[in-house]
């Protein structure tokens, strides 16, 4: 048996519900423990949440101060690597500081469009590109099949091609996985601008714990797609033969010293997308 006690603000509450039962915790905190408790002489395992841990919609605040700290410093050594290898580099710590750099990145008017990503759906990007600042090719509002290889076609000679990554290794190589090869191809040659939205969970090792860290995502891209393969229904990888396998083009953009600064990387010191 399980006992949540969610503690707001008065944390005594919590005391007196374990004391009318005679309970002692072996441990208490004010974010989450998981103590072994004696009750009516069984053993209850008992966790606490305090309010912030709520309001935080149930990650305990303790352990995201540590990721954050963490993320910002994989994020701070990554980029001077990333800067070497000829991509420019802007860390966000928000949301807010993520639209304010693109902001200032990309000027009024200028014809702008996306690959898929959920980076930049979760962060607000589609909707900022929607706001009528920009002449926005939206692939998204495409009725029909036609009508978004038009606008994937029109992809090669926008100002501003933006995108998430799927992986970047620690000697700065970006990493791609597609279906189509419509946004590799975007990135890899075109548009006079890339700019790519990812977050340090997305930093790997190397290029073959990028190949594993894909497999592992790449299901629940499936899932969200809602395409007919193995995985988007066991949620696992079986490398499978399917007609709408999306693991077809796997990319690695090692460096771009002879176009430097045509791919901005925005890196996130936060957790987003997959
Ligand atoms: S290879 Fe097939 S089963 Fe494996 S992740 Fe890609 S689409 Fe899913």
Same mark, same amino acid.
């Given at each position: 048996?399980?006992? &949540?006690? !969610?503690?707001?603000?008065?944390?005594?509450?919590?005391?007196?519900?374990?004391? !009318?039962?005679?309970?002692?915790? *072996? @441990? @208490?905190?004010?974010?989450? *423990?998981?103590?072994?408790?004696?009750?009516?002489? !069984?053993?209850?395992?008992?966790?606490?949440?305090?309010? !912030?841990?709520?309001?935080?919609?149930?990650?305990?605040?303790?352990?995201?101060?540590?990721?954050?700290?963490?993320?910002?410093? #994989?994020?701070?050594?990554?980029?001077?690597?990333?800067?070497?290898?000829?991509?420019?580099?802007?860390?966000?710590?928000?949301? %807010?500081?993520?639209?304010?750099?693109?902001?200032?990145?990309?000027?009024?008017?200028?014809?702008?469009?996306?690959?898929?990503? #959920?980076?930049?759906?979760?962060?607000?990007?589609?909707?900022?590109?929607?706001?009528?600042?920009?002449?926005?090719?939206?692939?998204?509002?495409?009725?029909?099949?036609?009508?978004?290889?038009?606008? %994937?076609?029109?992809? $090669?000679?926008?100002?501003?091609?933006?995108?998430?990554?799927?992986?970047?290794?620690?000697?700065?190589?970006?990493?791609?996985?597609?279906?189509?090869?419509?946004?590799?191809?975007?990135?890899? &040659?075109?548009?006079?601008?890339?700019?790519? #939205?990812?977050?340090?969970?997305? #930093?790997?090792?190397?290029?073959?714990?990028?190949?594993?860290?894909?497999?592992?995502?790449?299901?629940?891209?499936?899932?969200?797609?809602?395409?007919?393969?193995?995985?988007?229904?066991?949620?696992?990888?079986?490398?499978?033969?399917?007609?709408?396998?999306?693991?077809?083009?796997?990319?690695?953009?090692?460096?771009?010293?002879?176009?430097?600064?045509?791919?901005?990387?925005?890196?996130?010191? &936060?957790?987003?997308? $997959?």
């Amino acid at each position: 048996m399980v006992k &949540y006690i !969610r503690k707001s603000k008065e944390w005594g509450r919590g005391a007196a519900w374990l004391a !009318r039962r005679s309970v002692t915790p *072996v @441990a @208490a905190s004010s974010n989450l *423990v998981v103590p072994a408790s004696e009750e009516s002489g !069984r053993k209850v395992p008992i966790l606490f949440f305090n309010s !912030r841990f709520r309001e935080t919609g149930g990650k305990c605040q303790m352990r995201e101060g540590f990721y954050t700290w963490r993320y910002k410093l #994989v994020a701070e050594k990554l980029s001077k690597v990333l800067e070497k290898n000829g991509f420019e580099v802007h860390l966000a710590d928000s949301k %807010e500081q993520l639209l304010e750099i693109l902001n200032s990145l990309i000027p009024e008017n200028s014809v702008v469009t996306n690959g898929g990503s #959920v980076s930049l759906q979760e962060n607000g990007v589609i909707d900022f590109l929607r706001s009528g600042k920009f002449q926005f090719l939206d692939r998204l509002k495409a009725q029909t099949l036609e009508e978004r290889l038009e606008i %994937e076609g029109k992809a $090669f000679s926008c100002d501003y091609y933006l995108s998430g990554v799927n992986a970047i290794t620690e000697k700065g190589e970006l990493v791609f996985m597609d279906g189509n090869g419509n946004r590799v191809a975007a990135v890899v &040659y075109g548009p006079k601008n890339v700019i790519l #939205v990812a977050s340090v969970n997305k #930093v790997v090792k190397d290029v073959e714990e990028a190949r594993e860290r894909i497999r592992q995502i790449t299901p629940m891209n499936s899932k969200r797609l809602n395409l007919k393969t193995p995985c988007a229904v066991t949620g696992y990888c079986s490398d499978c033969s399917s007609e709408e396998r999306i693991c077809n083009l796997f990319v690695v953009v090692e460096k771009s010293l002879r176009k430097k600064g045509r791919i901005k990387i925005i890196l996130l010191t &936060y957790e987003s997308g $997959f």
